[in-house]
């Protein structure tokens, strides 16, 4: 499902994002946005996101977009 959703997201120049619906503490920090700055305001979060300075966190693993 992910790498489906991946695909679409690449072909069609879509942002791409992670995250996680957590219900355990163990698996807590398994998937999310790695950025390169620390993103303190709404209008950080977007630029990054918007340039595609991030990386994706899943399964534990830094993955490049």
């Given amino acids: 499902e992910n790498n489906r959703a991946r695909n679409f997201a690449?072909?069609?120049?879509?942002l791409q994002?992670?995250?996680g619906d957590t219900h355990r503490t163990e698996f807590f920090g398994g998937s999310g946005l790695a950025f390169g700055n620390r993103i303190r305001t709404n209008e950080e979060l977007v630029k990054a996101l918007?340039?595609?300075e991030y990386k994706l966190?899943?399964?534990d693993e830094l993955v490049e977009l």
């Fill in 10 to 14: 690449q072909k069609h120049g879509l």
């Fill in 57 to 59: 966190i899943i399964k």
């Fill in 50 to 52: 918007k340039s595609r």
């Fill in 17 to 19: 994002i992670s995250g």
